[in-house]
Structures are given as C-alpha cells and as structure tokens.
C-alpha cells in the first residue's frame, strides 16, 4: 500500500524514526541497522516500506533498501516469525549475512537473533534457501566450494572447513574467506592466515 516515504527525519527513537511528510509524521518501526546509517535530524530521508495490519494496530517498517525491505517480506511468509521476529534478525545481521546464513545453513548465527530459537531459524532456512539471491562482494563469485579441479577453489574450501573447526560459523568463515584476495600462491594456510584477519572486521 505505501511503497516508500521520503521526508525530513524529525525523531529517532530506540526502534522507531519518525519522518515528516507534508504536515504528518508518520512512525516506522526499524532495525537497529537502519538507526546507525540515518543522518542527522532535519536531513531528507527515505526508507522503503511495509504496512502490517492487525485487528487491532496498523505499525509500518521502513528500511534503507529495497533489499532489506524483500527480505523482510520473505520473513514473514515462514511460519513462525511476525514482524517483530524477522526486524531483530535483520537488527543482528545485515541481509548479505543472512543470505550467506541460509545458502550455508548456519542456524545459530540467525538464532543470535533476540527472541528467535534455534528451531525457528533451522525452519527458516528451510523455507527461505532456493529463494534467497547470494549477494556479490566485490565481483569475486568464484566458488567456495572444491570443484576437484581449481586448486584455488580447494584452497578456500581447506580454509573455510578450519575455520568452522576454530569455531566460526559457517557463514562467517565464508564472508571471511570471500573477503581474500587470492594469488596463485596461495596455499590454504596462506587463505586461512588472511581469514583470520578479515574476521576481526566481521
């Protein structure tokens, strides 16, 4: 019903802004990931929206990117995450991370969430892997996978899997190594040093 809203940021709140728009300020729920990128008060702004509505309350969530905002949607089609549900985990992670998450079955990173249990987030993943886009970080979409035949495929995957046995999740060991710049010389303790690095960052 209401696309988006662009108007001047006249409050912020713990989880909602407050954006004026001709005369009327409307209140929208949002992440906490939403919070730390706004401007300051009185700048324009323009978040992506999404009218829920009760029997008894109309409350929109808005979002910085049209991205955020459908993987919100796609949130709320798994049963047993409602609005509330699905804006703390994207108060937990961003939508690459949750995308990474779910194409690598990491339940506990979504479980992180507040008030969603490890059931719910493995029934998320579920539900949500095969209609969820993987995000591409800096046009490296080579595999991380071992193909059996790129030695550097093998490399990252040696990587990822001594990570995740450091105790990483898998997601994270993924965006970790993803993050890598790679030389033909590298071996996977060369891919696994760098890692680490970047996992300071994460």
Partial sequence: MISFIRGELAEVLEDTVVVENNGIGYNIKVPTSVLAE?????????????????????????FLSR???????????????????????????????????VASDDAKAIAKAPGVGLKTAQKMIIEMKGRIAMPDFGGNTAPLLPSGQDIADDARAEAVAALTALGYSNSEAVLAVKKVAFTEDMDAEAVLKASLRHLTFL
Avoid: Q, W
């Fill in 67 to 101: 991205d955020e905002l459908e993987i919100f949607k796609m949130m709320l089609c798994v049963s047993g995450i409602g609005p509330k549900g699905a804006l703390a985990i994207l108060s937990t992670l961003t939508a690459s991370e949750l995308r990474f998450a």
């Fill in 38 to 62: 706004l401007p300051e008060c009185g700048s324009k702004v323009k978040l992506f929206t999404y009218l829920h509505v009760k029997e008894d309350a109309m409350n929109l969530f808005g």
